[in-house]
């Protein structure tokens, strides 16, 4: 699973690898993917409540047990 490969790989999985945290303003970050040109290849439209929303899942997330 990606998850366990970017953990693997030493790559960021959580806001704390980014040096960020839950309560954090994601605005900018949130704009900036909005703006990107590769969510065009996306099967269905993505808004940015759903991009924060799987921030939040993600955070969440433990990896498989």
């Known amino acids: 699973m ?4 970017n953990k693997s790989l030493k790559l ?5 690898d980014l040096e ?4 954090d303003s994601l605005e900018d970050v949130l704009k900036a993917t909005m703006e990107n040109q590769e969510l ?9 409540e759903q991009l924060y929303q799987a921030i939040l ?5 433990e990896g498989e047990r």
């Open 12 to 16: 960021p999985v959580c806001l704390a």
């Open 57 to 61: 899942d993600l955070e969440d997330y």
């Open 20 to 23: 960020l945290q839950r309560g």
């Open 2 to 5: 990606a998850y366990e490969l």
């Open 40 to 48: 065009a290849h996306t099967p269905y439209p993505i808004s940015k």
